[in-house]
């Protein structure tokens, strides 16, 4: 019998950089060139980091290219944090291992090579704590699934103040199952503001059997707070 053991639980808040504008996204095989900036800050102590990156094909089955030699930095209006790209892959990171502070606004600026500039601003939102989380074998939520999958419950109560929005992040013996747009799951509160969540009304993550390959794996769910920006943006993909 297969065991899952839920090890971990962790509390983020999350502050994504993105931008405020409308997006109309269209998908064309030919390349483009157009700069993507993929970062976060959050209140869990580590080495924060920001990826640097060019568009390219939609059907491109390789990494995209990097930008390298850039100026990127990260304020909260009294403290400049710069990043470095040690390992000349685009990855730019933080010297040392930070938290980020709950309600702080956080701007992040890059300059390229070429002296174009970007930034973003957004702030580090509060959360309220999980109670548990849990794990069962059953029928799907989804009624075009006829098998019997892992259902991943949380418990958790909604504050009852509107315009909540949040972000789920799953891994599978710390294999990250949900580092595409498509594979995370995100939510605002504005049918559920007050609720309280358990394991009969919420199943934020369902796994396939076929999936579970050992007698016992690790479990690690985060529940993120972010910005409306960012809940618009990856609304915004999942309709194209």
Request: net charge negative; proline share 3%; glycine share 4%.
């Amino acid at each position: 019998m297969k065991k899952i053991h839920i090890i971990y639980l962790f509390i983020l808040f999350l502050a994504h950089y993105s931008c405020t504008e409308p997006i109309d996204l269209e998908l064309k095989n030919e390349a483009s060139n157009i700069l993507v900036v993929d970062g976060s800050i959050t209140n869990e102590h580590k080495i924060h980091s920001v990826t640097l990156s060019r568009s390219a094909a939609y059907q491109l089955n390789d990494i995209t290219p990097r930008e390298l030699n850039a100026a990127v930095t990260i304020t909260d209006g009294d403290t400049i944090i710069n990043l470095y790209d040690l390992d000349n892959d685009g990855t730019y990171e933080t010297e040392h291992e930070l938290a980020g502070k709950i309600n702080h606004v956080y701007t992040l600026n890059v300059i390229l090579e070429n002296g174009e500039t970007y930034s973003a601003t957004d702030s580090l939102y509060p959360i309220t704590p999980l109670d548990s989380i849990s794990c069962d074998y059953g029928r799907s939520d989804d009624p075009f699934n006829e098998e019997n999958v892992y259902n991943i419950h949380l418990f958790v109560q909604e504050p009852p103040e509107p315009g909540q929005y949040y972000q789920w992040e799953f891994y599978i013996d710390n294999v990250h199952q949900t580092d595409t747009i498509t594979a995370k799951q995100f939510a605002s509160d504005e049918f559920v503001n007050g609720s309280y969540f358990n394991d009969e009304n919420w199943t934020v993550y369902e796994i396939e059997k076929e999936r579970i390959e050992n007698d016992t794996v690790e479990i690690k769910l985060q529940m993120l707070s972010i910005s409306k920006k960012k809940f618009d943006f990856y609304t915004a993909v999942m309709l194209e």
